[in-house]
């Protein structure tokens, strides 16, 4: 009797503790939020507000002179001088320019002979062509595979080199830099770069290098990347949906108005004398290809990009390795802003307006802005609004400019557009991971030059499969993936879900909740390929 007394009296205890630390939050939340919250949230919503606009008006620009380029535009065969090349009845193949193809790799078991084999494959006389093949791979086993490999192509009368290093130093900027100070590399004109898992067609360096030897003035002309494994997996096609709106609108803008835009890293061709003039390569960022073509436009040097000049490549297909290049991505053209904007400011060989281009569009809004935005507002300020009821958010700012910018995202792959809504919900959870690297990157803190090559799969998945070789998949679950902020947010937006569901009177719940399964999926890392070990 005496113990059914006590329990009793220890369960009203409880129960009356947690009562009462339950009534003393909802005090101090009572107590903060009108002084408080309330204006702390409304400055928020407004600077969120005010960024979307300035992102709105950016789409909206470019949207409007990708139309009048392609309606009234020349192309760039009428615009610049271009006339193929051939060999000359006297001269031969000297009037080819020498042509340097650079493949940086580390560790590229499962595509390396894919590059190199298409590098070897460029139609391209072969006494005017260098093809260096720079390995700074840690892995011995992988170093003997890729020499052999180019020995097997020298021995069939192809001038190709291979080349490593003693360290890492600069990674793949490093990595360029000393392939350029080859003895035999002193006679070339010009340089591509391929990583290794990008396939260019035969004609490529036909269809490009005319531009250059023509136009005294174009440093580099790039091409399009297209994606041999767009449909993998969902993963992927997010990532198609993306990178062609950057190549089909960003790039074509920023080469038609003001012959500027950053350089992708790979399938393009440098000008060997425009990146000396700017001073080479940099490993000061990870972005060391942006920071070379902002230098080079400083200089005065122009760029051209074409859309019909492809090249096949591959998306990372693992959200390890995607979470890893999209920090990089992210953090790299944030920290660069940070070291050159005065820069930019101060320089004289360029007009006010490319300068305003740079600094503000390339730069402000596309690099930081987009990300922050997409994060803090749809993320933080929206929840949180259905907390604090005080706090309305307009219903031009939460659907009508988003569905539109939205809209005129999705112009690059029509194909996919029946994917729209998640591919919000897939960005709206990566814009955490993309903020998180622009602090990163601004502040320059610990991250800010870590550099993790893409992981690329080749075939690798598909021999495995066939060799019913599926395993378990090894490494840190915890770390690769379970990951605890995603998981913590999908919380967050449950329960601002929930309290939506019972005391709110709008219809945002709807939203949050397929939201929370987003981030959930996320958190517990399914989302594109599962490799077997």
Not at 215 to 242: H, P, Y
Request: contains cysteine.
């Amino acid at each position: 009797m005496t113990e059914v007394s006590t329990n009793a009296l220890l369960q009203d205890s409880f129960q009356g503790t947690a009562v009462d630390i339950a009534g003393q939050i909802g005090l101090m939340w009572e107590f903060i939020r009108a002084p408080l919250i309330v204006p702390l949230l409304r400055v928020a919503m407004y600077i969120c507000l005010a960024m979307e606009l300035m992102l709105f008006i950016e789409r909206l620009y470019m949207g409007i002179v990708i139309i009048l380029v392609k309606l009234f535009m020349k192309k760039p065969e009428k615009r610049y001088n271009w006339e193929p090349m051939r060999e000359d009845l006297e001269s031969g193949n000297a009037s080819f320019p020498m042509v340097l193809v650079q493949i940086p790799m580390f560790n590229e078991r499962e595509v390396y002979k894919i590059s190199i084999g298409a590098a070897c494959n460029l139609s391209w006389p072969s006494d005017r062509l260098v093809i260096q093949v720079l390995d700074d791979s840690t892995d011995p086993l992988i170093k003997d595979l890729v020499e052999k490999e180019c020995l097997r192509w020298a021995s069939k009368g192809i001038n190709i080199r291979y080349q490593i290093r003693e360290n890492r130093g600069g990674y793949k900027a490093g990595a360029l830099k000393e392939g350029l100070k080859r003895d035999y590399v002193k006679d070339c004109e010009y340089v591509v770069i391929f990583d290794a898992d990008f396939r260019p067609e035969p004609d490529f360096l036909r269809r490009a290098i005319p531009f250059l030897v023509h136009n005294s003035e174009i440093a580099l002309v790039q091409g399009r990347w297209r994606f041999v494994n767009a449909n993998e997996c969902l993963l992927t096609r997010m990532q198609e949906m993306s990178l062609d709106y950057h190549f089909t609108v960003e790039q074509e803008v920023g080469s038609s108005t003001h012959a500027f835009f950053g350089f992708n890293g790979t399938g393009g061709v440098w000008r060997i004398a425009a990146i000396n003039e700017a001073g080479g390569w940099k490993d000061r960022t990870t972005v060391e290809d942006m920071d070379l073509a902002v230098r080079a436009s400083l200089k005065g040097w122009k760029f051209l990009y074409l859309g019909d000049l492809q090249v096949k490549s591959e998306l990372p297909s693992t959200f390890k390795a995607f979470r890893f290049q999209q920090h990089r991505w992210s953090c790299g053209p944030a920290n660069l802003f940070r070291k050159m904007v005065m820069e930019i400011v101060r320089n004289k060989r360029v007009n006010i307006w490319k300068k305003l281009y740079v600094i503000y569009s390339f730069f402000f809004v596309r690099k930081i802005i987009a990300h922050m935005v997409t994060f803090f507002f749809f993320c933080v300020v929206l929840p949180l609004s259905l907390l604090v009821p005080e706090v309305e958010v307009p219903i031009w700012g939460a659907i009508y400019i988003p569905c539109i910018i939205t809209t005129l995202n999705s112009v690059g792959t029509p194909r996919s557009i029946h994917l729209l809504f998640y591919w919000i919900l897939f960005e709206n959870v990566m814009a955490f991971q993309r903020t998180k690297a622009t602090f990163i990157g601004l502040l320059e803190a610990k991250r800010a030059n870590e550099w993790v090559v893409t992981e690329k799969l080749g075939d690798a998945l598909k021999n495995k499969e066939k060799t019913k070789q599926s395993k378990k998949p090894r490494g840190s679950l915890f770390g690769d993936r379970i990951l605890p902020q995603e998981l913590g947010f999908a919380v967050f937006l449950f329960f601002c879900g929930c309290y939506d569901v019972l005391y709110g009177k709008s219809q945002y719940f709807l939203y949050i909740f397929l939201q929370v399964i987003t981030f959930t999926i996320a958190g517990f890392g399914y989302i594109g390929t599962i490799v077997p070990s």
